[in-house]
């Protein structure tokens, strides 16, 4: 399995930027899927996911301004990011995780199948 990340970059504050993962070894369709961020100092918290059908949830501070969606046909996750704010400031990672789909709080200390990607850094400036 391999989750390749892109996108992402700089932006002033209240502007948008879009980060995209292409998914291989697995079927994104199949999968609980989501991404998460770390910013330097914190601890990494879950953003948005996707389930096997189609349900999303967010991050109570990013509901209304980020949106997660799925291309089936290419194997493509997406998150876009709209009205950002200095403090949505991180590393986005795109994951598999099946225990992302249960709750977007330190789900990584829950046992259960996850692949990560490497991440795409995203700054947002005042």
Known sequence: VKLVE????AVQSGGSLNVSCVASGLNISNECMGWFRQAP?????GVATIDIDGNTHYLESVKGRFTI????????????????KPEDTGT???AQDETLCRTLV???LLSGRRWWGQGA???VCS
């Open 6 to 9: 892109s996108g992402g970059g």
């Open 41 to 45: 100092g914190k601890e990494r918290e």
């Open 69 to 84: 969606s799925r291309d089936s046909a290419n194997n493509i996750l997406n998150l876009q990011m709209d009205s950002l």
């Open 92 to 94: 986005y990672q795109c």
């Open 106 to 108: 330190k789900w990584w």
């Open 121 to 123: 850094q995203v700054t």
